[in-house]
């Protein structure tokens, strides 16, 4: 049809997050497109397994697992409640930003099933 635009080549992407073998049940993945911009992102099932809705843009990506937020007195009385991240033990630090993670992914059309495990 003239005049209509497709976006960009998308993939189906899900998989499974697991910490030593063992499903992370709280959180949520992130996959960060370096080169071109972009994110995308999907909540963790209490199995471990996670889908993105409407599909990623073909490509490589760094990945980043982070645990929920939750709101936090921290300072009763004297400052509101404010978000920090949940204790995960599961989650290691070094998988919640982008600059010190080591998982990688690539998007290639059609269905993508991403499994990562995250070691200590």
């Known amino acids: 049809m003239p005049g209509c635009s497709q976006g960009p080549e998308t993939g189906e992407v899900k998989g499974k997050v697991t910490f030593q073998n063992q499903p992370v ?9 370096v080169t071109e911009g972009g994110t995308f992102g999907a909540d963790l099932n209490p199995d471990g397994t996670y889908a993105v809705q409407g599909g990623v843009v073909l490509g490589d990506y760094t990945v980043v697992i982070t ?12 400052s509101p409640p404010a ?3 949940k204790n995960m033990p599961n989650i290691p630090p070094n ?3 982008q600059g010190s993670t080591t998982l990688r992914a690539t998007v290639k059309a059609g ?6 495990d995250m070691q200590p």
Do not use: A
Not at 111 to 116: G, I
């Open 111 to 116: 269905p993508n099933e991403l499994n990562f």
């Open 95 to 97: 998988y919640r930003m």
């Open 25 to 33: 049940t709280e959180g949520s993945i992130t996959f960060l497109n």
């Open 67 to 78: 645990p929920p937020i939750e709101i936090v007195d921290t300072d009763p009385g004297k």
């Open 83 to 85: 978000p920090v991240e």
